[in-house]
Structures are given as structure tokens and as C-alpha cells.
């Protein structure tokens, strides 16, 4: 139900007169307003009511207002609700335990930040004090975040009005559907990819690489599922030449591929993991560092020049408590696996045989691209002003998408029930059928 009285137009208009938002030119913005949500679904204030399987920015992983989050970060509230970072809390330790706990061997502490950005920005800085060396490895098709190193270690577009970090090189990561390596077949792309991992490596001199920073799956940048032993091979090129492995699991992580860890499935263990959204849900802003034991005892005698006035906020530890403990209690990591693999991604895979505009369906778990070409042969992206007009079409059909470039990605929260799939793929299959290029 609306939740003020006030209509989309009303409060869509007083929220733009007085919020300068994200990544937008200010003038002509029109926000839809959300009023309110509880699990898969939200409502605005004209009382239309949406899926959402954008889980906002690839957050709401247990959907919105889980009873258990809300009673979680209640309970903290009235308990202390604010302590700065260089106290004991034991919450914030709890937290960190329960994330520790699906953390492969060897991962000993975690250094909480305010989200996403701010820990992969402490991962790197940490890699440049235990290696004494400087420049980051990532990947073009990539987003670390919004702050110094992390916006200019991001791949897309976003980095290049804000590059003044120093010491960020770029290579291409394997992404067979539009390879930058001629491959035609999963083994080729992931053999040339780490062949030019390597080469850039050895081009740039080893000696002055602190880090590889990778998305386990590019998120934001097409959802682009490694292929088997891609990130094995990154990590025995970081062994040969001294290099640390930043795996970052800010939209993969906490159950998105139906995993805990999207790098679970390939058989690699990174010496840092960045997390963020999914970790509670977003429902307080927070993200961190997890340590491996070598990482971490670097520190025992050197100052960590590192801190946030936020670093373990209660309420963030609280969130995550909660959000952990519901995780393992309502099997929603297994739930997201048996989903992608037996409904959504069957179901999509349907769309993709039935609708031209798809060229490519691709993903795992409840993380899914679906390319949108204007030809199928020559793969040409369908232009983003109609990728626009399709993205409020499907709103209008009561759903709310992630849309970004020339892709729809379908990411609704990991304990989306079967019925809502099914209502969702409708509603793609609808759009897609009324769709005119
Ligand atoms: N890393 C990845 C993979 C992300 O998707 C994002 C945000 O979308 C970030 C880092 C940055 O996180 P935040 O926006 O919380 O700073």
C-alpha cells in the first residue's frame, strides 16, 4: 500500500529537487519512488506492486524486509548502537565468524568497511604493504567500485573521467560469446586469456605487481562465468611470480551463483576476498576484507595504516548475524543452485530459443545475463535507447529488471520461490513477445 498519500509523479519529483543521484545527468531525472517491499516483491505510491529481480543493485539477497534481518539489526539497536572501531564488540566478532566460516582454510580476520569499493581499496593497499610493490592487474569488462584505486581499477567506462590513482593496468579477461582472443571453443578462450594474463604480467615487470584484483564472476560488466580452470591458471601465475590474488565477491558472493563463495566452484583460493551487498542484504551499509593468515599476521608488528570511523558498525554486525544465521537456516544458497540450474536457467534458455533479440543466455544460480543483439549473426548490441524502452515496458508488466548496456540481467534474491520464477519468466516472455527493434 502507499505508504504517504503521495503519488509516484510527487514524490518521484520532490526526491529529484533535493538528491543529487549516482552516475546521472541531474536535470529531467524521474525516480520511481518505492513506498514499500517484503520479499521478492516492492510497491510504489500509486500502489502498482513488482517482482523485483534487480534485488535493487544485486543486494537483497534474502529479498526485503526479512523478519529475521529486521529482528537482528532491532535487537542491536536496542542494545548499543554505535561504538567506535578500536573497542571490542561482541557482535561485530560474531560477524566476522560467520563469514570466516565459509571462507576457505588459511582466511584467519576480516577488516569491516562501509561497502564495496572502500574494501577492495583496503584489499589493494594491503597488497602494496606486503609485497612493497605497486601497480593492480584487473579486468577491461569490470566494476571495483567508487573511491581512488577502485573506480580506476574498474574496467568500464565509469574509470576513465575519474582516472588519477596511479599504477592500474588492464587486460582482457576470457568472454567467448564476444572473445578478444578468436577462440571458438571454452578451452581456447581460457588458454589464450591466461596466455595474455601472463604476457601482460611479464611485459609490465613482475617485480613491480602487487596485485590481480578479479570480480570470481564479472557482475555488472555481463555476468561472464569463468571457464573450468580460468581462475586456477590466474592463481598459478600469481604463485610464479610473487603476486597476491584479490577475488572479488562483492556481487557474486553470499550465495548469488549458489555458492557461498562464486570461486567455490573453481577451485582456487585467493589471498584476499572483498564482500559487500549480499553479506546482509544490504540493509546497512557495510563490506569488508577477508584475510588470509599470511596477510593478516604481516600486520602483528607493522601498523595497518588503514581505518574507517564505520569499520564494524554494530548495526552493520548485527545485519550480517542475522542475514548468516537465516542463509544456513532457510537453505537459500542451496535454493539458489537447485533454482538456476532446474528453473530459471532452463526457463531462460527457453526465452533464448523462442526470441531473436537474446543472443546469448548465460550464468549460473540466481545470476543471469541475457545478451540483447539487433542481429544474431553479427552479435551488434541492441542500441541502449532500446534497451530503455524494453526495461519500462517489463516495469509496466509489474517487474522491475536490471538492465545495463545491451543486457537485461535476472538476479531476484537467493530464496526466490519457484512461483515468482515462474510469474517472472512470463513476464520476460510477454516483453519480449511485444518487443518491436
Ligand atoms: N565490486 C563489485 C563487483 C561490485 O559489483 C560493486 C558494486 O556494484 C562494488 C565492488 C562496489 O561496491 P559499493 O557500491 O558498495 O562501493
Given at each position: 500500500?502507499?505508504?504517504d498519500?503521495?503519488s ?10 533535493v ?30 506492486h ?8 544485486v ?10 534481518i ?16 578500536a ?18 582454510e ?22 602494496r ?20 584505486a577502485?573506480?580506476?581499477?574498474t ?25 578478444e ?19 601482460t604480467?611479464q611485459?609490465e615487470?613482475p ?15 555481463g ?8 581462475l ?5 601465475i600469481?604463485?610464479r ?12 558472493g ?12 573453481h ?7 572483498t564482500?559487500a ?18 596477510i ?10 588503514g581505518?574507517?570511523?564505520y ?8 545485519s ?7 542463509m ?15 528453473v ?19 550464468g ?19 542500441p ?45 516472455d ?8
Amino acid at each position: 500500500t502507499p505508504s504517504d498519500g503521495r503519488s509516484n509523479a510527487e514524490v518521484g519529483a520532490d526526491d529529484a529537487s533535493v538528491v543529487f543521484h549516482s552516475w546521472s545527468k541531474q536535470g529531467g531525472l524521474k525516480p520511481l519512488p518505492l513506498a514499500g517491499g517484503r520479499g521478492t516483491e516492492v510497491w510504489d505510491h500509486d500502489g502498482n506492486h513488482y517482482l523485483d529481480f534487480s534485488t535493487q543493485l544485486v543486494f537483497t539477497n534474502m529479498g526485503h524486509q526479512h523478519p529475521k534481518i529486521i529482528a537482528g539489526i532491532t535487537e542491536q539497536l536496542n542494545t548499543l548502537a554505535t561504538v567506535a572501531p578500536a573497542h571490542g564488540n561482541a557482535t561485530r566478532a560474531e560477524a566476522a565468524r560467520l563469514i570466516l566460516k565459509r571462507a576457505p582454510e588459511g582466511f584467519e580476520k576480516v577488516f569491516f568497511t562501509a561497502g564495496g569499493a572502500d574494501a577492495n581499496e583496503n584489499a589493494i593497499r594491503m597488497a602494496r604493504l606486503v609485497t612493497g610493490r605497486d601497480k593492480v592487474l584487473s579486468r577491461y569488462r569490470s566494476y571495483h567500485g567508487n573511491t581512488g584505486a577502485a573506480i580506476v581499477a574498474t574496467g568500464d567506462w565509469r574509470r576513465i573521467p575519474n582516472e588519477y590513482a596511479t599504477g592500474h593496468v588492464h587486460f582482457f579477461g576470457p568472454f567467448l560469446y564476444r572473445s578478444e582472443f578468436w577462440a571458438s571453443s571454452p578451452e581456447e578462450e581460457c588458454a589464450r586469456a591466461l596466455h595474455h594474463l601472463e604476457r601482460t604480467v611479464q611485459a609490465e615487470g613482475p617485480e613491480s605487481i602487487a596485485a590481480v584484483l578479479l570480480e570470481s564472476v564479472p557482475g555488472t560488466a555481463g555476468i561472464m562465468v569463468p571457464p573450468p580452470g580460468y581462475l586456477s591458471g590466474v592463481r598459478a601465475i600469481c604463485d610464479r611470480y610473487g603476486i597476491t590474488l584479490i577475488l572479488d565477491e562483492v556481487m557474486a558472493g553470499f550465495g548469488r551463483t549458489g555458492e557461498w563463495f562464486a570461486f567455490d566452484a573453481h577451485d582456487v583460493r585467493p589471498d584476499l576476498i572483498t564482500f559487500a551487498k549480499g553479506v546482509n542484504s544490504g540493509y546497512v551499509p557495510v563490506g569488508g576484507v577477508i584475510i588470509s593468515s599470511e596477510i593478516a599476521h604481516a600486520f602483528d608488528d607493522r601498523v595497518f595504516p588503514g581505518g574507517l570511523t564505520y569499520s564494524g558498525h554494530p548495526l552493520a554486525a548485527g545485519s550480517i548475524v542475522a542475514t548468516q544465521r537465516a542463509m544456513a537456516e532457510e537453505g537459500a544458497v542451496e535454493n539458489a543452485k537447485r533454482i538456476g540450474a532446474d528453473v530459471l536457467g532452463p526457463g531462460l534458455a527457453e526465452l533464448g530459443a523462442k526470441h531473436d533479440v537474446i543472443g546469448e543466455v548465460r550464468g549460473t544460480g540466481v545470476f543471469w545475463a541475457l545478451e540483447l543483439v539487433a542481429d544474431r549473426e553479427t552479435r551488434e548490441p541492441l542500441p541502449a535507447t532500446t534497451v530503455a524502452r524494453l526495461k519500462s515496458d517489463i516495469i509496466g508488466r509489474g517487474l522491475l529488471p536490471f538492465a545495463t548496456d545491451n543486457r537485461i540481467h535476472v538476479v531476484p534474491p537467493i530464496n526466490v520461490s519457484d512461483d515468482e520464477v515462474a510469474r517472472a519468466l512470463a513476464i520476460y516472455d510477454e516483453a519480449f513477445t511485444a518487443f518491436r527493434p
